[in-house]
């Protein structure tokens, strides 16, 4: 277990959390490549999205940083993505309203938009602030060059990443509220 301090969250070394950064930068850096032969995944936004979590998992993974909160970010944010995926069954295997499929299909709907709103939007910014107090204590008091001398930078660099992310899952969940509005509204 890494020790419950400020450097203890930015330096400790976590397996899991090694295991799952390399899994995040293997799919993020295919998913960015894939999503350039895919018009409507090859939007700004996207790519971005897919470059800054490949950066965040990298410098992770290379310097060893936040493996305590690459377990939230790079982990338990993604728990919504399982249930993204089978609304998106929909798009290509329609379903039928009152079906058991269509009912299946709503519930993962369902299921996905609060799980979203928890990890990606409340959760995010809830993590983010620990985050941010941690990598200030460390950058502030010169634990962050004592413990990686010439590194200081990356902690800057996922500083921003994460408030540029952060904001990302707000824009996607107005976008998710918008399609909720009009579902509701039977336009």
């Given amino acids: 277990a890494i020790p419950a301090t400020p450097e203890g969250r930015i330096f400790g070394y976590i397996e899991d959390a090694t295991v799952l950064n390399a899994g995040i930068f293997v799919y993020q850096t295919w998913d960015f490549i894939f999503s350039l032969t895919i018009p409507e995944h090859s939007t700004f936004i996207m790519l971005s999205h897919h470059a800054a979590a490949a950066i965040m998992a990298y410098f992770s993974l290379e310097y060893q940083y936040i493996h305590h909160y690459a377990v939230y970010f790079g982990g ?49 910014w809830k993590v983010s602030y620990h985050l941010w107090s941690d990598a200030l204590y460390v950058l502030k008091g010169g634990q962050a060059e004592l413990f990686r001398p010439g590194k200081s930078f990356i902690l800057y660099l996922f ?5 540029l992310l952060g904001f990302l899952q707000v824009y996607w969940f107005g976008l998710i509220v918008q399609k909720i509005v009009e579902v509701l509204s039977g336009a």
Avoid at 79 to 89: M, T, Y
Avoid at 110 to 124: A, E, K, M, P, S
Avoid at 159 to 163: D, F, I, Q
Wanted: contains cysteine.
């Fill in 76 to 124: 338990c944010s993604e728990i919504s993505s399982v249930f993204l995926v089978l609304c998106d069954l929909d798009v290509y295997f329609p379903s039928t309203p009152g079906s058991a499929y269509g009912t299946l299909i709503f519930a993962c709907q369902v299921t996905f938009t609060f799980l979203f709103l928890f990890y990606r939007v409340i959760g995010w």
């Fill in 159 to 163: 500083l921003t990443l994460n408030v």
